[in-house]
């Protein structure tokens, strides 16, 4: 009987995780608002980075929220703002509006994802937390792929998508995030509450004094900062080396996403039986082997298996650096969940950098060997990690 209960908390958890996916819509809308009003790579990219901006903003100011009203409250809060930013593209596509859009998505975006997890910890517990979030991650892949193909179908189809092109994917996705809204509140979830007096600012960024705690959020930033950008460049390097249009290169976010869906699919189960640490080495050597074939080859093949090797090194690499930083601070969660999920301020820094980088060598080369920096980091944390 309490194993249903579990059960029956889980599914309107894991439909706002769905929800938590359409932050990743930013990648192939940002390359359709780049045709669209004939940007730059630098100015595209000002997108992605807007939207994961707010997460250096809001993140830690969550956590203490969290406190304050609890964990289900600050998530229905943060769906509640996704509603809006998914409203606001239906009345047009302006260089303004698309901004005040994203940067509501990456608002929505900060909250949910810092009070979502620990939510999900109220439900599970133990050993089961870094399969339970790889399972979230990867319901939240299935909304991260198929937006490519609403925007894809929207942008080719003008009659079905009401007129409004590749923005059809808003409207859709908002009506998603209505019915995780009245799901979710209709749930009752025990929450237990915080000891002591509510964490100050100081007191919370006082935790990345914790050398374990500040890997983990250098590590994090690195993991959003290569999926932010491999989202947003994938299409691009298809582009200059294929010669393909947009709408045959968006492809390559959907593929990225396919292979990220699966592997979070297989580490959810993977994780539960099989030491965090071996997986996340077998991982980061798919993100080497995909990075290293991304520099070198120039054929249609061989760089969508190098997308793929990509999407699937970077599935489970949040999922296990958040649980060891929640599992490393039990009594500090809330708060080290905000500054975790501060740590996807990584998707401002790299996309702006790469940006600048192709822009400077004028090929999506530069943008590559920013990633191969993140990359790298990656790989000298695995060394750091717990064996479980």
Same mark, same amino acid.
């Given at each position: 009987?309490?194993?249903?209960?579990?059960?029956?908390?889980?599914?309107?958890?894991?439909?706002?995780?769905?929800?938590?996916?359409?932050?990743?819509?930013?990648?192939? /809308?940002?390359?359709?608002?780049?045709?669209?009003?004939?940007?730059?790579?630098?100015?595209?990219?000002?997108?992605?980075?807007?939207?994961?901006?707010?997460?250096?903003?809001?993140?830690?100011?969550?956590?203490?929220?969290?406190?304050?009203?609890?964990?289900?409250?600050?998530?229905?809060?943060?769906?509640?703002?996704?509603?809006?930013?998914?409203?606001?593209?239906?009345?047009?596509?302006?260089?303004?509006?698309?901004?005040?859009?994203?940067?509501?998505?990456?608002?929505?975006? /900060?909250?949910?994802?810092?009070?979502?997890?620990?939510?999900?910890?109220?439900?599970?517990?133990?050993?089961?937390?870094?399969?339970?979030?790889?399972?979230?991650?990867?319901?939240?892949? *299935?909304?991260?792929?198929?937006?490519?193909?609403?925007?894809?179908?929207?942008?080719?189809?003008?009659?079905?998508?009401?007129?409004?092109?590749?923005?059809?994917?808003?409207?859709?996705?908002?009506?998603?995030?209505?019915?995780?809204?009245?799901?979710?509140?209709?749930? %009752? *979830?025990?929450?237990?509450?915080?000891?002591?007096?509510?964490?100050?600012?100081?007191?919370?960024?006082?935790?990345?004094?914790?050398?374990?705690?500040?890997?983990?959020?250098?590590?994090?930033?690195?993991?959003?900062?290569?999926?932010?950008?491999?989202?947003?460049?994938?299409?691009?390097?298809?582009?200059?080396?294929?010669?393909?249009?947009? %709408?045959?290169?968006?492809?390559?976010?959907?593929?990225?996403?396919?292979?990220?869906?699966?592997?979070?699919?297989?580490?959810?189960?993977?994780?539960?039986?099989?030491?965090?640490?071996?997986?996340?080495?077998?991982?980061?050597?798919?993100?080497?082997?995909?990075?290293?074939?991304?520099?070198?080859?120039?054929?249609?093949?061989?760089?969508?298996?190098?997308?793929?090797?990509?999407?699937?090194?970077?599935?489970?690499?949040?999922?296990?650096?958040?649980?060891?930083?929640?599992?490393?601070?039990?009594?500090?969660?809330?708060?080290?969940?905000?500054?975790? *999920?501060?740590?996807?301020?990584?998707?401002?820094?790299?996309?702006?950098?790469?940006?600048?980088?192709?822009?400077?060598?004028?090929?999506? /080369?530069?943008?590559?060997?920013?990633?191969?920096?993140?990359?790298?980091?990656?790989? *000298?944390?695995?060394?750091?990690?717990?064996?479980?």
């Amino acid at each position: 009987m309490k194993e249903k209960s579990i059960y029956l908390k889980l599914i309107p958890v894991m439909l706002v995780f769905f929800t938590m996916g359409f932050v990743d819509l930013v990648g192939i /809308a940002s390359n359709y608002v780049k045709l669209d009003l004939n940007l730059t790579d630098s100015e595209a990219n000002i997108f992605p980075s807007l939207v994961f901006f707010w997460f250096l903003i809001f993140s830690v100011p969550t956590g203490m929220l969290m406190n304050k009203i609890g964990r289900k409250k600050t998530v229905m809060l943060s769906l509640i703002v996704t509603f809006a930013s998914l409203l606001l593209p239906c009345f047009g596509d302006g260089y303004i509006l698309m901004l005040v859009s994203f940067s509501l998505l990456g608002i929505g975006n /900060a909250l949910m994802q810092t009070s979502l997890n620990p939510l999900l910890s109220n439900i599970i517990t133990g050993d089961k937390l870094a399969s339970s979030l790889t399972f979230g991650q990867f319901v939240k892949a *299935i909304a991260s792929f198929l937006a490519p193909y609403i925007a894809m179908w929207g942008a080719t189809q003008a009659i079905p998508s009401m007129g409004l092109g590749w923005r059809v994917l808003f409207p859709i996705y908002m009506v998603i995030a209505i019915i995780a809204i009245f799901f979710l509140g209709a749930t %009752h *979830i025990e929450e237990e509450k915080p000891e002591g007096k509510p964490s100050t600012y100081g007191e919370c960024f006082a935790l990345l004094g914790n050398p374990f705690i500040l890997l983990m959020f250098v590590g994090i930033m690195c993991h959003v900062g290569i999926d932010v950008g491999i989202n947003t460049t994938a299409p691009k390097i298809l582009m200059e080396r294929l010669g393909m249009d947009l %709408h045959q290169a968006a492809f390559a976010t959907s593929l990225y996403f396919i292979v990220r869906t699966v592997g979070c699919l297989t580490g959810s189960f993977i994780l539960a039986h099989w030491s965090a640490k071996k997986f996340f080495i077998i991982s980061i050597v798919c993100m080497i082997a995909s990075m290293t074939g991304f520099l070198l080859f120039d054929t249609k093949v061989l760089l969508y298996v190098c997308i793929a090797l990509i999407g699937f090194g970077n599935s489970n690499v949040f999922s296990i650096l958040f649980s060891e930083a929640l599992l490393s601070m039990p009594q500090r969660q809330n708060e080290v969940s905000g500054l975790m *999920i501060m740590g996807l301020f990584g998707g401002t820094i790299f996309p702006l950098l790469m940006g600048f980088a192709s822009d400077a060598v004028h090929s999506q /080369a530069g943008a590559l060997l920013v990633l191969a920096v993140g990359v790298l980091y990656l790989l *000298i944390l695995s060394a750091k990690l717990r064996q479980r």
